[in-house]
Structures are given as C-alpha cells and as structure tokens.
C-alpha cells in the first residue's frame, strides 16, 4: 500500500486576527517569518495594512538572520527559538503564535543583553581562545576565523580554530578553553555565555 503525503497549508480565508490582538500591535511594523509561514506572511500583511498598520518590510528568517530595522518586529513562527536571535535587533518584538500575539517582556531581552555582555568581558579577558567553525553549507567561514586568529595572535592571545559539522558545546569541557569565538550560526551562542560570535567582537 502507498501512502501519500500532501502538504497542509492554511487557506487565507481561514486566518484572520481578533480585534484584541490587533490591539497589541504597534502602528509600524517590520513583518518577519519562518519559511513554513511564508503564505501566511502574506496574508496577515494585508490584513495589517487594511487596518492602518505600516508595514515596512518583510523578511524570511532562520536562527541565524540578522534584520536591519529601527522598527519593531513581529514575529509569525512557534517557540522563541527564532525570537531569541531577533531580540537584540529590535526595541519590541512581537510574536504570533496560532492566532494569539504575545509580546516578549522588556526583562527577558535585558537578561539576554546581559549574557552577551558577560560573554564579551569573558573574551576580552581570555587568554586562550577557541574558534568554532562549522562544515556547513552558508554556515562555514574558515577565512573569517583565520583573520580573527592572526588579529588575536598580535594580541598575543593562543587562539586554536575548532572545525566540525556539528557543534556540540557538551564537549567543550574537555578542552582548555577560557573564551569561544562562534562563526556558524549566531543562535549557538544564546545556549553558553562562555560563546560570544564573533560578529559581537569590538572592531579595530
């Protein structure tokens, strides 16, 4: 026997947003989305625009995105694992879970500005130095980390480049490695704040 698999969409018709939950929106907005809520992207954009919201731009984001918006953003996805990469480029962001929007609380992006300042000071008083590199296809940057690891030996840092497909930050602990510098995707280091990205890094 075959079995068929035939993907679900939501039909437009069938999403439309309360008058409650349009009342927690801003009146501009920076529209971002997950790829399976591309369709959807669209739709609510019209819906928001029909009702005098400005939407100045629309964006497919994955963990590792960066925007470039002064605007709030909202956010169309499930969980906060996109949310998490978006805090610290926006000054509110929003997220639609179903049909329900949620604000995300002022203290849990100043927690999360925090653990990045943490793993700043921690790099900047590092003496040996750890460069993650990934295989991954649009996620490898071998030459960024070669630069940063002869910039960091004028600094006289020890810095030791670490390749691999996967990064597995359990076995970080079997190294002897006071600060980690991440080049793959910048969700990785919201899980440790001894990982600062090295987009984070001050520059020259």
Known sequence: MKVLYIESKLKNTEF?????????????????????YQDLAQTLKKQLQSKGITITNTQQ??????????????????GRFHAINLYLQSPEIYLLEGTKITK????????????????????LNADKIGIL???????????????????LKKKDKEAYI??????D???????????????AC???????????????????
């Open 16 to 36: 439309n947003l309360a008058p409650q939950e349009l009342k927690k929106l801003p009146s501009k907005l920076f529209l971002a989305y997950s790829i399976q």
């Open 61 to 78: 984001v994955l963990g590792c995105s960066k925007v470039k918006t002064k605007n709030p953003i909202l956010l169309i996805g499930s």
């Open 104 to 123: 995300i609380p002022k203290e849990e992006i100043n927690q999360l500005k925090a653990k990045r300042k943490t793993a700043l000071i921690k790099f």
């Open 133 to 151: 590199v990934t295989t991954k296809p649009g996620q490898e940057n071998i030459n960024k980390a070669i630069a940063l690891k002869e910039k």
């Open 162 to 167: 670490f390749i691999t497909n996967n990064i």
């Open 169 to 183: 930050i359990a076995q970080f602990e079997n190294f002897n490695i006071q600060s980690w510098v991440n080049t």
């Open 186 to 204: 910048s969700g990785l280091a919201n899980d440790n704040a001894n990982i600062i990205n090295i987009a984070e890094l001050p520059q020259p």
